[in-house]
């Protein structure tokens, strides 16, 4: 995705989502922006199509405004193989969809999701583990621009 990545409305929900090759994690936010929360985990279909249609149908159902896509860099920042593959998924993601699609760095996002997973005393499932680590990109794009604003807003 070439260019300014589209700004996201500052109102209304928010999906997360965290892809994969076997399953995509979701997340949605509360309409203030403020809350990401785990939602569901969709195991990928041999289609990717319909695999994107399940997002639009979630998008749909929430009245989601915008979405957050996770962008696996490497430890070093740079674009890897994987981050490419994300990067195709997400334009032809964001062609199915009425709204505006942006990336944001899920550099260790599973990797906290499972210690939040082991401190609640959860045993950090795969699975559970997919949604909470859409969560935790969510919520990391959500303080980011709470964070922002409060700057803008400061003398």
Not at 31 to 38: F, P, R, T, V, W
Not at 43 to 50: L, N, Y
Request: glycine share 10%; hydrophobic share 45%; with cysteine.
């Amino acid at each position: 995705m070439a260019g300014t990545p589209p700004a996201l409305p500052a109102r209304g929900r928010l999906l997360g989502v965290d892809l994969g090759t076997v399953r995509i994690g979701i997340a949605v936010s509360d309409s203030a922006q403020h809350i990401a929360l785990a939602h569901e985990v969709l195991r990928c279909s041999d289609e990717p199509a319909r695999d994107r249609l399940a997002v639009a149908g979630l998008v749909e159902e929430f009245g989601a405004v915008g979405v957050v896509v996770g962008l696996p860099l490497r430890l070093s920042g740079e674009v890897g193989p994987a981050a490419r593959d994300a990067l195709g998924e997400v334009e032809a993601l964001a062609a199915v969809l009425s709204v505006p699609v942006v990336t944001v760095d899920e550099r260790l996002s599973t990797v906290e999701a499972t210690r939040r997973r082991r401190e609640g005393g959860g045993r950090g499932r795969r699975r559970a583990v997919d949604d909470a680590a859409a969560a935790v990109l969510l919520q990391g794009y959500l303080d980011r621009r709470i964070a922002d604003a409060a700057r803008a807003a400061a003398p």
